[in-house]
């Protein structure tokens, strides 16, 4: 496996959008952004988007293929909560465009509040478990051989994991209570047998990423670039880690958006027509 969104290339000034569909892993090219790249689509979903310009991958499964490949999945579970889960490459705009989309659809965005919550119900400060959150699980380690910065109270806990299962548990405590956005924590994998769910990463390309980090944080070139590498670092290995997909896989998500092709209203656009179509 090779990471391959960073070297995604940005959309040509303008073309005619081909349709592209996966349909349940029958498309040889499964799983990959540089098929399209290769065979030189510029891939687009299906009709309410044709209007866009833009890199957009939308994935469409058969429900009989589902089930067929996964037999032990409950599929045909219909939750009464719509929940929208993003996935974000670090500098995509990921957390922002969560909050935006909450507010322009009147629901919640959860996103750090999701440790928040599983604080208030591990009884584990906030601060402890931020240390933690969406990094890497060293199984083989304690946390005091992780973090010596961490409240002597935790260090003999593996408080990575613990954060996992309860902020998993709060995730689908939400989808069954109320419309929300989540952002990252896994909620994808977490929410795959959740028909009234549906899942998107957004990505970018690196320059513009590194643009973006070194506004937001006031870095230079060089340290924008290895913060960004440093936190799809630990994305990466918390998502794997934990779900034993590929994070930046693009058949983990029914939806893939460059953040860069489009403006925030256009993305906010498309993104709202995915809500209220579930």
């Avoid at 956005?181 to 320059?207: E, M, N, W």
Wanted: neutral net charge.
């Amino acid at each position: 496996y090779q990471p391959f969104l960073h070297h995604f290339p940005p959309p040509k000034p303008s073309f005619s959008p081909s349709i592209s569909l996966h349909f349940g892993g029958h498309n040889p090219g499964r799983g990959s952004f540089q098929t399209a790249k290769k065979a030189g689509q510029n891939i687009i979903s299906t009709s309410f988007f044709t209007h866009f310009s833009g890199h957009v991958t939308l994935k469409l499964v058969k429900e009989s293929t589902l089930t067929k490949d996964f037999p032990n999945r409950k599929r045909g579970i219909y939750m009464s909560k719509r929940v929208i889960t993003i996935g974000r490459q670090f500098g995509s705009d990921g957390r922002i465009i969560g909050n935006a989309l909450a507010a322009k659809l009147g629901i919640n965005c959860y996103d750090k509040e999701l440790i928040k919550l599983a604080s208030e119900q591990i009884d584990i400060p906030y601060e402890q478990l931020k240390r933690v959150d969406e990094k890497r699980e060293k199984p083989w380690s304690y946390q005091v051989d992780l973090d010596s910065g961490l409240d002597r109270r935790y260090r003999y806990e593996h408080i990575d994991e613990k954060l996992f299962e309860t902020q998993s548990d709060v995730i689908l405590k939400l989808a069954e209570r109320e419309d929300c956005i989540i952002v990252g924590r896994c909620a994808d994998y977490v929410l795959k047998d959740c028909q009234t769910s549906r899942h998107v990463f957004l990505y970018a390309p690196y320059d513009d990423r590194i643009r973006t980090v070194m506004e937001r944080y006031s870095l230079d070139e060089k340290k924008a670039e290895q913060l960004i590498r440093k936190v799809d670092k630990d994305r990466s290995y918390y998502y794997n880690y934990y779900t034993d997909q590929y994070w930046e896989d693009m058949e983990n998500y029914d939806l893939c958006l460059d953040t860069a092709a489009f403006d925030r209203e256009q993305l906010l656009d498309i993104l709202a027509k995915v809500y209220e179509q579930i």
